[in-house]
């Protein structure tokens, strides 16, 4: 059981209809609340802040600035598969009740500390990957656990992913679901050479260490699809000083329902190419693109992303329409 709250934080990305939206649904739960711009959301310690939008809204609020002291309400637009969402927009009448009630608990979710080669260093929510910066290109490089040489490996990349990340891109990749309840993080190889390698999950205490690497072109470091730099020889990932606070309510079969669903989409994926799967996760992630901004994403072959969408769009998991701004160009979305 939480404290009883009477009073909060409400922010957000370019959401703010939205935000006044849910300060009036938490006042009349009694519920005081405040709405504050994103880059002042962290400077509150000790309070609960309440963030809206979407999972990538979240994220791009979560690299905004220094990672907030308080206690995360996060409220989703939509019913998500995201480990992140503390609530839908929906229940949030209902959610605001067991807040005055002090009817909830508060998740310590561990998180990721990614360092380049002793020097740029990054905290990512869901997982930092390593990739080629040229597309088509292998990979290789040296995993080290706790300073112990695991394995050698040519690959397409290699990312380590954080328990909330483990139903982000790490399962597209064939990583395996965590539940986000448990201290430990995953490395997961991406399309590599070697077929038995496999998941491989380690303690959150444990020093990840992408040592050795090669690739024509260069590799880069990139953080919850977000941040990209470039990288020397190296990556360590190791568990982030502070941890995410999330709070979380009782009786609502959140994560087992977001479990089910992460399956069904597994099942949905498993006739798919593994580059259309690549292009179905980048659209669940950043929502409506046009093919220009998926080939930047995704860094595919030109050819081979038409082939992709033409294959989404056929099968009906995506949806293909007209720029209402320009109408020679298209745009892609996944089907709801």
């Known amino acids: 059981m939480g404290d009883v709250v009477t009073s909060v934080t409400v922010t957000g990305l370019g959401v703010s209809d939205l935000v006044r939206e849910v300060c009036r649904v938490l006042e009349r739960a009694g519920v005081r609340a405040s709405a504050v711009q994103p880059q002042r959301a962290s400077e509150l310690e000790g309070e609960v802040l309440v963030v809206v939008g979407d999972d990538r809204d979240v994220l791009r609020f979560l690299h905004s600035g220094p990672l907030p002291e308080a206690s995360l309400l996060i409220v989703g637009l939509e019913p998500t598969r995201s480990f992140l969402t503390s609530v839908e927009l929906e229940d949030l009448a209902e959610a605001a009740a067991h807040l005055v009630e002090g009817n909830f608990r508060v998740e310590q979710v561990p998180l990721l500390r990614c360092t380049a080669d002793e020097g740029d260093s990054f905290v990512a929510v869901n997982e930092g990957a390593v990739f080629p910066k040229r597309t088509a290109t292998l990979m290789g490089y040296t995993l080290f656990l706790d300073g112990e040489p695991v394995w050698g490996d040519r690959a397409d990349g290699v990312l380590v992913s954080t328990p909330i990340g483990s139903s982000a891109y790490a399962l597209s990749a064939g990583g395996v679901l965590i539940h986000h309840d448990a201290q430990v993080f995953q490395v997961v190889p991406i399309n590599s050479v070697d077929l038995t390698r496999r998941p491989l999950v380690v303690s959150a205490g444990s020093e990840v260490r992408v040592s050795e690497i090669e690739a024509e072109g260069g590799v880069e470091l990139v953080v919850d699809g977000l941040i990209r730099r470039p990288v020397g020889s190296e990556v360590v990932f190791t568990r982030s000083e502070r941890p995410l606070r999330l709070i979380r309510f009782p009786g609502r079969p959140a994560i087992a329902g977001k479990m089910e669903r992460k399956v069904l989409l597994a099942e949905e994926n498993l006739p798919l190419p593994p580059s259309a799967r690549l292009v179905r996760k980048v659209l669940e992630y950043r929502g409506t693109m046009t093919f220009e901004e998926l080939l930047a994403e995704t860094g595919l072959p030109e050819r081979t ?32």
């Open 305 to 336: 992303l038409r082939y992709c969408l033409s294959v989404l769009v056929a099968r009906g998991v995506v949806k293909r329409t007209n720029d209402p701004d320009d109408f020679r160009r298209k745009l892609y979305q996944l089907r709801r």
